[in-house]
C-alpha cells in the first residue's frame, strides 16, 4: 500500500504545481484519496480492478448522499486517468464502468427579499444607534459585507479573499477570483451598496493598507467565513428573524431573483462563475413566483367565458 501512497501523493504535487488547483480543492482531494486507501483491502495498484472499485462504491453509499459518493468518486477517478497518463497501469478499471446513478435534486434554499430587506435594516439602524465608536465601525463594515454577498452572489470564500486592489470603488467594480483561479469582474450596480462599501472603506483604512485585504476585523487581520457567519446570526436574532441564513443563501438569492426579473441565464451563469450552464440551470426549478405570474397572466384559460 506503500506504493499506491506514494504514486498518490506524487499526483496531489502535480495538482498543485502543474495543475494549480487551490488549497481548498487539494485539502478535498487529499481526504477523498486518504479514504479510498484506507478503505480498499488490495496491496498495489495492480491489483484495483472494477471489483475492488465496485465494493468501494457500495459501501460510499452505505455512508454517504449521492451528492457527496459522486465528488468522492471523482476523487478517485481523477486519481486513475493520472495513472492512466502516466502509464501507471495497463488498463484504468474506471473505463470498463458504468457510474451513473440517481442523484435528488436538492433545491437551492433563498432569502425571501422582504428578510433580506428586514436584515440590511436592522444593520443599518446598529450603526445609527451604536454606542460606541468601536460598535459604530464594526456595523459600517457588517453593512459592507451583506450589501456585496447580496449584490453580487459572490461566495464567502471569494468575498474574504478580496484583495484591497480588487475592489474598485471608483469604476464600482470588483475583481473576483473563483474556483480554479478562474477571474471575473462584477459592476455594482446600486448607489446604496456603492456608499456601504465607501463608508466601510474609509473607517477601515488602515487596517485594509496593513493586511491588503479588503474586509478586515478590527485587529487588522483578514475577515474568515466564520466571522461572517457569527455576523449574520447576530443580526438575524436582532431582527427576530426565524429563518437560518447562510452566507451561500445570499448567493442562490442573487441567482434567483435575477432568473425572476428575465435575466438571461447565460449572464447569470457568467456572474455566478459557474463552469457549466448545467450549474446554472437548478435556478430555473426555484422561479416560483415568476412561473405563478406567467400562469396566471399569460394562460389562455384565463379568457374563457363559461
Same mark, same amino acid.
Given at each position: 500500500?506503500?506504493?499506491?501512497?506514494?504514486?498518490?501523493?506524487?499526483?496531489? *504535487?502535480?495538482?498543485?504545481?502543474? =495543475? @494549480?488547483?487551490? @488549497?481548498?480543492?487539494?485539502?478535498?482531494? /487529499?481526504?477523498?484519496?486518504?479514504?479510498?486507501?484506507?478503505?480498499? &483491502?488490495?496491496?498495489?495498484?495492480?491489483?484495483?480492478?472494477?471489483? !475492488?472499485?465496485?465494493?468501494?462504491?457500495? &459501501?460510499?453509499?452505505?455512508?454517504?448522499?449521492?451528492?457527496?459518493?459522486?465528488?468522492?468518486? $471523482?476523487?478517485?477517478?481523477?486519481?486513475?486517468?493520472?495513472?492512466?497518463?502516466?502509464?501507471?497501469?495497463?488498463?484504468?478499471?474506471?473505463?470498463?464502468?458504468?457510474?451513473?446513478?440517481?442523484? %435528488?435534486?436538492?433545491?437551492?434554499?433563498? #432569502?425571501?427579499?422582504?428578510?433580506?430587506?428586514?436584515?440590511?435594516?436592522?444593520?443599518?439602524?446598529?450603526?445609527?444607534?451604536? %454606542?460606541?465608536?468601536?460598535? +459604530?465601525?464594526?456595523?459600517? /463594515? *457588517?453593512?459592507?459585507?451583506?450589501?456585496?454577498?447580496? $449584490?453580487?452572489?459572490? +461566495?464567502?470564500?471569494?468575498?474574504?479573499?478580496?484583495?484591497?486592489? *480588487?475592489?474598485?470603488?471608483?469604476?464600482? &467594480?470588483?475583481?473576483?477570483?473563483?474556483?480554479?483561479?478562474?477571474? @471575473? @469582474?462584477?459592476?455594482?450596480?446600486?448607489?446604496?451598496?456603492?456608499?456601504?462599501?465607501?463608508?466601510?472603506?474609509?473607517?477601515?483604512?488602515?487596517?485594509?493598507?496593513?493586511?491588503?485585504?479588503?474586509? !478586515?476585523?478590527?485587529?487588522?487581520?483578514?475577515?474568515?467565513?466564520?466571522?461572517?457567519?457569527?455576523?449574520?446570526?447576530?443580526?438575524?436574532?436582532?431582527?427576530?428573524?426565524?429563518?437560518?441564513?447562510? %452566507?451561500h443563501m445570499f448567493r442562490h438569492t442573487f441567482a434567483t431573483s435575477l432568473l425572476e426579473a428575465? !435575466?438571461?441565464?447565460?449572464?447569470?451563469?457568467?456572474?455566478?462563475?459557474?463552469s457549466s450552464i448545467n450549474i446554472t440551470e437548478i435556478y430555473t426549478h426555484v422561479a416560483i413566483?415568476?412561473?405563478?405570474?406567467?400562469?396566471?397572466?399569460?394562460?389562455? +384559460? =384565463?379568457?374563457?367565458? #363559461?
Amino acid at each position: 500500500m506503500d506504493n499506491l501512497e506514494t504514486l498518490t501523493e506524487h499526483y496531489l *504535487d502535480y495538482c498543485k504545481n502543474q =495543475k @494549480r488547483l487551490d @488549497r481548498k480543492t487539494l485539502k478535498a482531494y /487529499r481526504i477523498d484519496l486518504n479514504q479510498f486507501i484506507g478503505s480498499i &483491502s488490495v496491496s498495489s495498484l495492480s491489483e484495483i480492478d472494477v471489483a !475492488v472499485l465496485e465494493d468501494y462504491i457500495s &459501501s460510499l453509499h452505505h455512508h454517504y448522499k449521492a451528492k457527496t459518493v459522486k465528488r468522492k468518486l $471523482a476523487s478517485v477517478k481523477a486519481l486513475f486517468h493520472y495513472f492512466e497518463y502516466r502509464d501507471l497501469v495497463d488498463k484504468n478499471p474506471f473505463n470498463k464502468m458504468q457510474l451513473k446513478f440517481r442523484e %435528488p435534486i436538492t433545491l437551492p434554499r433563498i #432569502i425571501p427579499l422582504h428578510t433580506v430587506e428586514t436584515l440590511l435594516s436592522t444593520i443599518y439602524r446598529q450603526c445609527r444607534e451604536a %454606542p460606541t465608536t468601536f460598535q +459604530r465601525k464594526n456595523a459600517l /463594515r *457588517d453593512a459592507a459585507v451583506i450589501e456585496l454577498l447580496f $449584490a453580487t452572489g459572490i +461566495r464567502i470564500s471569494e468575498l474574504c479573499s478580496l484583495k484591497k486592489e *480588487d475592489v474598485n470603488l471608483q469604476d464600482q &467594480s470588483i475583481l473576483i477570483y473563483g474556483k480554479g483561479d478562474k477571474e @471575473r @469582474r462584477l459592476q455594482i450596480g446600486n448607489e446604496d451598496v456603492m456608499h456601504a462599501l465607501e463608508n466601510y472603506k474609509r473607517e477601515f483604512l488602515p487596517q485594509i493598507q496593513e493586511n491588503n485585504f479588503f474586509f !478586515v476585523n478590527q485587529d487588522g487581520r483578514a475577515l474568515s467565513d466564520q466571522c461572517v457567519r457569527r455576523m449574520i446570526n447576530k443580526y438575524t436574532s436582532l431582527a427576530a428573524i426565524e429563518l437560518h441564513i447562510t %452566507p451561500h443563501m445570499f448567493r442562490h438569492t442573487f441567482a434567483t431573483s435575477l432568473l425572476e426579473a428575465d !435575466v438571461d441565464i447565460r449572464y447569470i451563469q457568467e456572474m455566478l462563475g459557474h463552469s457549466s450552464i448545467n450549474i446554472t440551470e437548478i435556478y430555473t426549478h426555484v422561479a416560483i413566483s415568476k412561473q405563478r405570474n406567467i400562469l396566471t397572466e399569460k394562460h389562455p +384559460r =384565463k379568457n374563457f367565458h #363559461i
